[in-house]
């Protein structure tokens, strides 16, 4: 089966400007995550969407960055307005209801000058 | 809060020989989960090996075993017959049984060389 996608792979932008960032999980996981990895760092979860419904959301820092699933597929993750230290890998993981094992994309590294 | 701490940033080990890497947490729940995350270059974080808590057998996958001691709130992983493809970085992770919130919490992680 296919894994979890994700692009870009990289981007890079100056601070202040927007960026999205899209995920598809694995077909038929009703569980996304993003996640937030920082340089040196492990990941921490940002928001977590069971179907198209938000479960946890309470480290994003909800001013400047916003996620949406819609049809209970697809994700998009944005920053908007970026900063400096939003430089870092946004990795976007899925799970099929219930279950524990989270499965991993490849992820985007995030890069603002 | 919960917490996990992996005190090792940087361990290394010779081809074929065994590798055991630290992990403790911090939590009050009695029901939680216990993994060990492998992450390579390519950033692609890959699942080596879980623990239920309530389970007192150490979790075996092939070369990768734990030791789990609950009460010293204590996860290590051993690597046996250590090969090259094993070089990463490794993360221990948490995360509560109950309830719909699957977040997963990491430590710093540890970054392991293999030597040939």
């Known amino acids: 089966e296919a894994g979890v996608a994700q692009s870009p792979r990289y981007k890079i932008i100056e601070k202040r400007q927007s960026v999205a960032f899209w995920c598809n999980p694995i077909?038929?996981?009703?569980?996304l995550y993003w996640y937030q990895q920082i340089l040196g760092q492990g990941p921490k979860l940002l928001i977590q969407?069971?179907?198209?419904?938000?479960?946890?959301d309470s480290q994003l820092p909800k001013d400047r960055f916003s996620a949406e699933r819609l049809k209970g597929v697809d994700s998009t993750l944005k920053i908007q307005p970026a900063k400096l230290e939003d430089s870092a890998v946004y990795l976007c993981?899925?799970?099929?209801?219930?279950?524990?094992?989270?499965?991993f994309g490849p992820g985007t590294r995030l890069t603002v000058t | 809060a919960q917490t996990v701490t992996q005190s090792q940033p940087e361990m290394s080990v010779q081809e074929a020989e065994t590798v055991t890497l630290s992990c403790t947490y911090d939590?009050?729940?009695?029901?939680?989960?216990l993994f060990w995350y492998k992450q390579p270059p390519s950033r692609q974080m890959i699942l080596v090996i879980r623990?239920?808590?309530?389970?007192?057998q150490n979790a075996t996958e092939n070369r990768f075993s734990v030791n789990f001691q609950k009460a010293a709130k204590s996860f290590s992983l051993k690597i046996s017959d250590s090969q090259l493809g094993d070089a990463a970085m490794y993360f221990c992770?948490?995360?509560?049984?109950?309830?719909?919130?699957?977040?997963?919490?990491f430590g710093q992680g540890t970054t392991l060389q293999v030597k040939p």
């Open positions: 939590t009050s729940e009695s029901d939680y989960y």
């Open positions: 969407f069971q179907n198209n419904g938000v479960v946890d």
């Open positions: 623990q239920e808590a309530y389970k007192q």
């Open positions: 993981a899925s799970s099929s209801h219930g279950q524990y094992e989270q499965y």
């Open positions: 992770a948490y995360r509560i049984h109950s309830g719909n919130t699957g977040k997963l919490i």
């Open positions: 077909s038929g996981h009703a569980t």
